[in-house]
């Protein structure tokens, strides 16, 4: 059974960068390719795409921050990471990582991670 | 982008009863890509419905998804306590992939 966890810092100044990672387990990145993504969910709020990265590299990023997003993947440690940059106050929100159900594009996410909270504070 | 309307924002039922979710999208969600999801506090979203109509693994019968276009429903058919939760629907065909803003059902 696949298991996806994120980590890194709970606590972000503003007008930095933050940077999140997704360690999958319970099975190889290599094995087979996804569409591998970061969600977030600001307290109380919503749930909101920020985007995806495919195993080979491609990405698509939500225009509401692609100016301020990058995922990357690295498949020989079983990792893909999340770097928003310039955060605001706006940014605060439980992350999550998470895998489709298929390797197509269009696919729904199955399977997340527990959700890491990153508050954007002074 | 697709903006996607959950209706009612909060639904106020007994256990046993049955609960009909709505979720609207302001432009046709192509090939009927779309999810719906469960929310517990605490916790992480759960897939329940995909591809408008299909049960992800493991999930009960009494989730049943419907609807095309622009018109979808999430029905719970008998209301189980531990249902009472947060439901989301998604679309994932026509990047960005959007969220409506949440249906709670909660215990009457």
């Given amino acids: 059974q696949m298991q996806l966890q994120e980590s890194g810092p709970g606590l972000v100044k503003p007008s930095e960068t933050l940077s999140l990672t997704c360690t999958v387990s319970g099975g190889s990145m290599s094995s087979r390719s996804y569409y591998w993504g970061w969600i977030r969910q600001p307290p109380g709020k919503g749930l909101e795409w920020i985007g995806s990265i495919y195993s080979s590299g491609n990405t698509n990023y939500n225009p509401s921050l692609k100016s301020r997003v990058t995922i990357s993947v690295d498949t020989s440690k079983n990792q893909f990471s999340l770097r928003l940059s310039s955060v605001t106050a706006a940014d605060t929100a439980v992350y999550y990582c998470a895998r489709p159900y298929g390797s197509s594009w269009y696919s729904a996410f199955d399977v997340w991670g527990q959700g890491t909270m990153v508050t954007v504070s002074s | ?108």
């Fill in chain 2, 1 to 108: 982008e697709i903006v996607l309307t959950q209706s009612p924002g909060t639904l106020s039922l007994s256990p046993g009863e049955r609960a009909t979710l709505s979720c609207r999208a302001s432009q046709s969600v192509s090939s009927s890509y779309l999810a719906w999801y469960q929310q517990k506090p605490g916790q992480a979203p759960r897939l329940l419905i995909f591809g408008a109509s299909s049960r992800a693994t493991g999930i009960p019968d009494r989730f049943s998804g419907s609807g095309s276009g622009t018109d979808f429903t999430l029905s719970i058919s008998r209301l189980e306590p531990e249902d009472f939760a947060v439901y989301y629907c998604q679309q994932y065909g026509s990047s960005p992939w959007t969220f409506g803003q949440g249906t709670m059902v909660e215990i009457k």
